[in-house]
């Protein structure tokens, strides 16, 4: 009894100690007018935003690492309802949707989280991120005063805070969570909703509130966000943004690093520097919180993508692109701002700035304590002319659209306008996919197929007469809705005279469609990210007696935003008419007894996972033909470097990976031919469609396949093609460092690593260029340029000047070559004075292996 006694006794100590050890670790989390407050410390915060189920389980903890190596605070994300409840009260936290993984991962790594609960989430996601099933409640109307819907809001968001604290990963229990959201951007559309927006917001607040998380909770874009709520902004920029209380934090949730990609658009970028700006001038003008949306943007597998038309990339031109890798120099330009940021902190949060005009667009801004403690910001905010400016006894060049900080209000840490990272061009090494790894024939001998049938051929078919929108018909099982008819056409028809031109007229509410006459393609059309609904008039041919018109409608991701957004439809709606262009004959189908079918026959045999036994092998494939299946198997590329699938040469359709769907591909849905620039000029404003580029080219031809999904071989491809192509063009391609280069002028200021509030010793020290490969076990192989003096272009297309020294590709060559990195100050002591009175810069183009 007395050993038993001692075991119990030593059971509750342990369990005591645990609790000790978990409270002790526990943080509080508040807030003020300056700042989020940890543990009665207030906070300068950069965070960025990484939605889990656009990456992979295996590719979260080196994304979560490069964000901190970067220099971020947070990890923020939204919560995804119709991935994780897709039927109702039944739930999917498994694989890509492993959000308690995914968080401990960031808390793992030393980072904080800001969980975006929504559960309306936006974020060019299917429906917002509402399942489909919310839409078939009776009486419901979504994001206003509705019981049916705050019923199942406060449900879902319930369940999320519980899981959350069941594993301890709210802040005030010991976790990474700091902030929670509830809701997102409804003021942007709340007016829509007239009087019952305001009780609907109030409601939403009171029930965040009571779900007791411990941590802050923030609405974005919500100017009436209740006491205690705060109010955050989102935009490219924010640096005017005030919260709507003195008591509350200047707080910005969505930094768009980039815009996103829609097929049928060019792909749009932002510049580095102007991004540094958005951010400098943020933290200037008295914010402490910032997140970017997106750090990194990543895939949308599946059937995940919503707009509608948005492309199956994500990648957002984000700091971490699609494939996980760091894109320079954002990212390294990013990670120096952030740094500079932090030897203000002390002074950001514990003193508000004054602030002093130096001139027309140039403004000082510093914060300075009692105990001597001085920050200051300076910053050209013209779009023209750089400036030379006078700041406390000190001048300063400023170039046009740029922020200086000084940690000390004397030496410059960092410009926004000038890059000292280095800036890398990646290039994808593409290889024919091979049947085996000793196999030297192209994956086309290797193809099989099964012919997806024309029309009705499933048994859950139905009829009804009229025309049927979409979503409300299929709930969105599938992209795919059959419209089919049998008319009659008497010999003595007009539609059947000589040289009638009969032509099928259909209208329809998007997304696309094709058309086909007596089991035969006639036509087809589709709409656009800007406009989806879809009208066509297609030639056809008709017979005496009965024909028969299958129309097989599509959706491209339902609609993510706007007011009353979940109520927009899709499909053929009508009318729906054949007419005589010679004759003027016209006859409307619209009204007649349609046969519906959901989904295609090959779904619902399960082709995506390649199993089924009907799969054809034939010396001859069939090739450019509209509603085919495509199988086939292939070894995994060598090596670890990220993979794509290059869909060249396919129409449009889905493709699956060993029958996990890597998205929906469209290769020929080609960009419009302006508007693009391969270099934009980032002075001024900058808007989502400023800077693009890939302009007369395929939005996407590249589809991310996670080398988490691959096997070394035997793995299973199938594609449904709906269009028509040829997938013996499809082939491999790894993504790959290319070129390596930077560009450092004179005019620099230091590395912010190598900084110093030492006058004397920053005088010294000059501007340092600095090269490093960015793969682990590769080292700098070859200078393809280097010059000192004037070069010109940029990388991949430097080109000398007459004021070029000719020591510096042999002084390059030196320093670099078989080292991973290198570092060469830029100054005439090292490359001499090609041209005298002359600002020169440091340009180098190199190569790793």
């Known amino acids: 009894m007395m050993i038993r006694r001692r075991e119990e006794i030593f059971l ?68 995804f309802w119709n991935a994780h409840e897709p039927v109702r009260n039944q739930y999917n936290f498994e694989g890509r949707y492993d959000l308690v993984k995914f968080v401990k991962l960031v808390a793992e790594a030393g980072l ?69 959201q509830i809701e997102n951007e409804y003021g942007n559309i709340d007016s829509a909703y007239g009087p019952a927006a305001k009780t609907y917001i109030k409601w939403a607040a009171t029930m965040a509130l009571s779900l007791d998380t411990g941590v802050p909770w923030v609405m974005c874009q919500q100017a009436d966000a209740p006491d205690p709520i705060i109010n955050t902004c989102n935009g490219f920029y924010c640096d005017n943004f005030t919260p709507n209380s003195d008591k509350k934090p200047k707080m910005w949730t969505e930094n768009w690093s980039g815009w996103f990609l829609p097929f049928g658009g060019p792909a749009p970028y932002r510049p580095a520097e102007d991004l540094a700006f958005a951010v400098a001038r943020f933290f200037q003008r008295g914010g402490t919180f910032q997140n970017y949306y997106m750090y990194h943007g990543g895939t949308n597998f599946g059937r995940t993508t ?121 290039s994808f090494m593409r290889q024919s996919l091979k049947v085996a790894a000793d196999s030297s024939d192209a994956i086309g001998s290797a193809w099989s197929y099964i012919n997806e049938p024309v029309g009705i051929t499933k048994d859950d078919a139905f009829t009804k007469v009229g025309l049927l929108e979409q979503i409300n018909t299929t709930a969105d099982k599938s992209d795919y809705l059959w419209y089919s008819l049998s008319t009659d056409i008497k010999s003595d028809s007009p539609f059947l005279e000589d040289g009638s031109q009969t032509v099928l007229h259909v209208q329809s509410l998007g997304h696309a469609l094709h058309a086909f006459i007596n089991g035969k393609f006639a036509g087809g059309g589709k709409g656009s990210s800007s406009n989806a609904k879809v009208t066509v008039d297609i030639p056809v041919t008709l017979v005496p007696g009965k024909n028969t018109i299958d129309l097989l409608s599509l959706t491209v991701g339902l609609q993510n935003y706007g007011a009353f957004y979940d109520k927009t439809g899709a499909g053929i ?208 192989s070859s200078i393809k340029f280097a010059s000192f003096g004037t070069p010109r272009g940029g990388c991949g297309s430097f080109s000398h000047s007459r004021c070029s020294s000719t020591k510096a590709l042999s002084v390059i060559q030196k320093a670099c070559i078989g080292s991973k990195s290198c570092n060469i100050g830029v100054s005439i002591d090292t490359f001499g004075d090609p041209c005298r009175g002359v600002t020169k810069s440091l340009a180098v183009e190199a190569s790793c292996t």
């Open 12 to 79: 509750v100590v342990l369990c005591l100690a645990a609790l000790a050890a978990t409270a002790s670790f526990a943080a509080n989390v508040t807030y003020d007018h300056k700042a989020v407050v940890i543990d009665g410390k207030r906070r300068v915060l950069v965070s960025g935003s990484i939605h889990y189920p656009r990456s992979t389980p295996e590719m979260w903890p080196d994304l979560i690492q490069k964000s901190k190596d970067g220099g971020l605070d947070v990890i923020e994300t939204y919560v």
């Open 112 to 180: 904080y989280a800001h969980l975006r609960i929504g559960p309306y989430v936006c974020a060019e996601w299917n429906y917002g991120g509402f399942p489909l099933w919310l839409h078939f409640i009776p009486g419901i109307e979504l994001r206003t005063d509705n019981d049916p819907f705050k019923a199942e809001m406060k449900r879902f968001t319930a369940k999320i805070v519980d899981m959350m604290k069941q594993e301890k990963l709210y802040a005030s229990q010991g976790g990474p969570i700091i902030l929670s």
């Open 306 to 426: 919503g707009g509608p038309f948005i492309a199956t990339s994500y990648d957002y031109d984000a700091p971490l692109d699609e494939y996980g890798l760091i894109r320079q120099p954002k990212w390294g330009h990013l990670k120096d701002l952030h740094k500079a940021i932090k030897l203000c902190e002390a002074a950001l949060v514990a003193t508000d700035p004054t602030v002093t005009s130096l001139g027309s667009n140039l403004e000082a801004t510093v914060y300075k304590t009692g105990s001597g403690v001085c920050a200051a910001f300076l910053a050209n905010t013209g779009t023209q002319s750089d400036a030379t400016v006078n700041f406390n006894g000190n001048s300063y060049r400023l170039p046009a659209w740029s922020v200086s900080i000084l940690p000390d209000c004397k030496n410059v840490a960092f410009n926004t306008a000038k890059i000292n990272s280095v800036t890398v061009v990646p």
């Open 573 to 780: 709606t009508g009318p729906v008419q054949l007419k005589g262009l010679k004759n003027g004959t016209t006859v409307d189908l619209s009204s007649q007894q349609w046969t519906y079918q959901i989904g295609l026959k090959g779904e619902e045999s399960g082709l995506p996972s390649g199993s089924s036994s009907q799969w054809i092998s034939q010396s001859t494939l069939p090739k450019n033909q509209h509603l085919i299946w495509y199988k086939t198997t292939f070894d995994a590329p060598a090596g670890n470097a990220p993979v794509a699938i290059d869909f060249t040469g396919t129409g449009k359709g889905e493709a699956w990976v060993n029958g996990q769907s890597i998205g929906r591909y469209w290769p020929t849905y080609v960009s419009q031919n302006g508007g693009c620039t391969d270099s934009c000029n980032y002075r001024g404003a900058y808007s989502s469609n400023k800077c693009l580029k890939n302009c007369g080219k395929p939005s996407q031809s590249l589809y991310h396949v996670p080398r988490s999904w691959l096997k070394s071989s035997g793995n299973l491809l199938v594609l449904f093609e709906e269009a028509g192509g040829d997938p013996t063009q499809i082939a491999f391609a790894a993504k790959q460092t290319g070129s390596l280069c930077s560009h450092v002028s004179e005019s620099h200021p230091l590395p912010v690593d190598m900084w110093s509030s030492d006058q004397t010793s920053g005088k010294k020290s000059g501007p340092v260029l600095s090269l490093e490969c960015p793969i682990p076990n590769q080292v700098i």
